[in-house]
T-cell receptor
Framework: AQSVAQPEDQVNVAEGNPLTVKCTYS??????LFWYVQYPNRGLQFLLK??????LVKGSYGFEAEFNKSQTSFHLKKPSALVSDSALYFC????????????FGAGTRLFVKA | DVKVTQSSRYLVKRTGEKVFLECVQD?????MFWYRQDPGLGLRLIYF???????EKGDIPEGYSVSREKKERFSLILESASTNQTSMYLC????????????FGQGTRLTVV
């Protein structure tokens, strides 16, 4: 079965420090991995995705993610956190079951303190 | 820009009422989805549709039904609302391919009293 795990409910980081939000996955075949962000009382917004190629993927708002096949991980990173990055982050995988659907992790809340 | 529009941001309904949540997308996407979001549980798939008049159960379909009469519109129906259906409901659409992201509406926060 395809699944995504986000081991941390919450991540706290000081503004200006690097941040990492962790994600591990379990898929059959090649993984198609995504990160989304949700701001309060809003829908999810797409940040970045890994399909194939370079293991370091760059996305919106200065975020990047590193795909590691041997560790089945896809951690989200940013070199210097901003207070405005505080939000709920979801890791996801695309799965095929007669059609393509997205399976989400439970989410990680990021707090960036000024 | 892709737009996924949910008909209401906030709804308050009484127990036992029949509730309709509407979702419209303007990008001619084949796939549409309804998720429910609860704290600590992430997004759980209620129903999805790969084509007009087609529907598939997701992980938590009990108490819900859906309708997709036109490609751009996907409706979620709570046949008899209950307090445990108080939640944030998110609609999404996507093209029918593995390497494309989903596009989300702004969400409907439903409270059943």
């Amino acid at each position: 079965a395809q699944s995504v795990a986000q081991p941390e409910d919450q991540v706290n980081v000081a503004e200006g420090n690097p941040l990492t939000v962790k994600c591990t996955y379990s898929v059959s075949g090649n993984p198609y991995l995504f990160w989304y962000v949700q701001y309060p009382n809003r829908g999810l917004q797409f940040l970045l995705k890994y399909i194939t190629g370079d293991n370091l993927v760059k996305g919106s708002y200065g975020f990047e993610a590193e795909f590691n096949k041997s560790q089945t991980s896809f951690h989200l990173k940013k070199p210097s956190a901003l207070v405005s990055d505080s939000a709920l982050y979801f890791c996801a995988v695309r799965a095929y079951t007669g059609g393509f659907k997205t399976i989400f992790g439970a989410g990680t809340r990021l707090f960036v303190k000024a | 820009d892709v737009k996924v529009t949910q008909s209401s941001r906030y709804l308050v309904k009484r127990t036992g009422e029949k509730v309709f949540l509407e979702c419209v997308q303007d990008m001619d996407h084949e796939n549409m989805f309804w998720y429910r979001q609860d704290p600590g549980l992430g997004l759980r798939l209620i129903y999805f549709s790969y084509d007009v008049k087609m529907k598939e159960k997701g992980d938590i379909p009990e108490g819900y039904s859906v309708s997709r009469e036109k490609k751009e519109r996907f409706s979620l129906i709570l046949e008899s609302a209950s307090t445990n259906q108080t939640s944030m409901y998110l609609c999404a659409s996507s093209p029918d391919s593995r390497n494309t992201e989903a596009f989300f509406g702004q969400g409907t926060r439903l409270t059943v009293v």
